[in-house]
């Protein structure tokens, strides 16, 4: 017995990696409490050393960019970059309110983003295999984080938190192949779906035959959906395509934040339901 | 102690993975540093040990970044498997091998995401798994080149230890 066991050892091995996977794959389905227990402790053993890691490495950088090299340049060009940004997002929230004004004179009725409450944090770790786009960030529910927060920078939008441990959470970026936010064009209010590729660039779906959109355009977050409120910048409309004999225009949404290098982040600390409810608007 | 010297490096090769990108901001992506694992496990411990070992890691994989149970396990414990198998029959040390199988690794490692992730989804992969590997593999196989003496070494060291050689790690030499 124990010799035939042997003989067939490999094929024995073989059955049972196929059996667990197929096992490990309906659990996925399933996604019940168990698994998400498994991550949020495999997040939160690993975001201890992250910040260690990153902590290192940034006072090494530190050291470097602040005394060695240039010191007033960098000092000066970090805070006209601190300012851009911030009157970049400002624009693009004035703009959108305006044109929104426009529309609906009666309804005094949009998100105000500026005064939601922020949760700034800081990236510590990122995939780097690039099957998968999302990244880690050192605030988790100790910090009041939770499940599907909208994550932005001044730029725009990130992502959402897809799973959060005490002290660590873990954001999928708008450009993974498993994100998609319901969004519109700001100028000619056309409707998409902006949906990751595993690209740096997102795909603008469902977008009509007949959508005015230019090349160039602010693309943001439409508030339908559930998860994004209304009103987030997402990026700016490229290689717009038409073909007589589609439904669809083929675009592709280069997102205006960063996400190759974000370093820090801001995790919106409201359900989607609350960012756009009435006590909140004006 | 040696399965516990070896989940602390399996820990650490994950910090390092995805915290590595401070150090090289101009590399788009990076190695597949838990593929390395996977392959040193399957030429160190044969079919068996690449295995497990190779599905503790890909498990691993799984919970802490996709957070797509199966993706990685399968990849990577499929991986240590078929290393190990060829490794006890076919395979020799050389650098040469080592660097095709890690090359055949990635390829195998990026079909097994796309056929699930289409499986599983419905969802189509950016670009064809086959165009992404031949970038990847120079990198991955870099990375399993510079990665395995250090992994061998600190094994040996291990298995000279009194203390540790009773464990039930299988080994080839």
């Not at chain 2, 660097?99 to 390829?107: G, P, S, V, Y």
Request: proline share 3%; glycine share 6%.
């Amino acid at each position: 017995m124990g010799d035939l066991f042997r003989k067939y050892l490999n094929a024995v091995m073989v059955i049972i990696l196929v059996v667990f996977t197929f096992a490990l794959l309906l659990a996925n389905l399933r996604k019940d409490s168990s698994t998400d227990i498994l991550e949020r402790a495999a997040v939160a053993i690993v975001a201890p050393f992250q910040n260690l890691a990153g902590w290192t490495v940034g006072k090494v950088f530190a050291v470097w960019d602040s005394y060695l090299y240039l010191v007033n340049v960098k000092d000066e060009n970090q805070r006209l970059r601190l300012a851009v940004d911030r009157l970049a997002f400002e624009n693009t929230l004035l703009t959108e309110r305006f044109k929104s004004y426009q529309r609906i004179e009666e309804l005094l009725a949009f998100p105000r983003l500026d005064t939601l409450p922020f949760e700034a944090a800081r990236v510590i770790g990122r995939d780097t295999t690039g099957r998968v786009r999302m990244i880690f960030l050192n605030k988790g529910s100790a910090h009041g984080v939770a499940r599907d927060m909208p994550a932005l920078t001044h730029r725009g939008l990130v992502g959402r938190v897809t799973l959060v441990s005490a002290t660590a959470c873990k954001v999928l970026l708008i450009t993974d192949v498993r994100s998609a936010v319901d969004a519109v064009a700001q100028e000619s209010r056309d409707a998409m779906v902006a949906s990751g590729a595993n690209r740096d660039t997102l795909e603008a779906r469902y977008l009509l035959a007949n959508a005015q959109v230019a090349e160039g355009e602010r693309v943001l977050s439409s508030g339908l959906g559930g998860v994004y409120p209304k009103g987030l910048l997402i990026g700016a409309l490229t290689g717009i395509r038409r073909e007589d004999d589609s439904l669809f225009v083929e675009a592709r949404i280069r997102p205006t934040a960063d996400l190759d290098r974000i370093e820090e982040t801001l995790i919106l600390k409201a359900a989607p339901q609350e960012a756009i409810a009435p006590e909140e608007w004006r | 102690m040696r399965i516990v010297f070896w989940l602390v490096a399996l820990l650490l090769v994950f910090v390092a993975q995805t915290t590595a990108y401070h150090l090289f901001p101009w590399l788009p992506v990076m190695p597949d540093l838990a593929l390395a694992l996977a392959l040193f496990a399957g030429l160190r411990w044969g079919a068996a040990g690449g295995l497990r070992f190779g599905a503790a890691v890909g498990l691993f994989q799984d919970l802490l970044l996709s957070g797509t149970l199966g993706f990685g396990f399968f990849s990577k414990a499929a991986t240590g498997f078929t290393v190990g198998w060829l490794r006890e029959r076919y395979l020799t040390d050389w650098a040469l091998s080592r660097a095709i199988m890690a090359a055949a690794a990635t390829l195998a490692d990026l079909m097994i995401f796309d056929a699930l992730i289409k499986g599983l989804y419905g969802l189509e992969f950016a670009e064809n798994p086959v165009t992404l590997a031949l970038w990847r593999i120079p990198l991955n196989v870099a990375a399993v080149l510079a990665l395995l003496p250090l992994l061998e070494a600190a094994d040996r060291k291990l298995a000279a230890h009194s203390a540790w050689r009773n464990e039930e790690m299988p080994t080839l030499e």
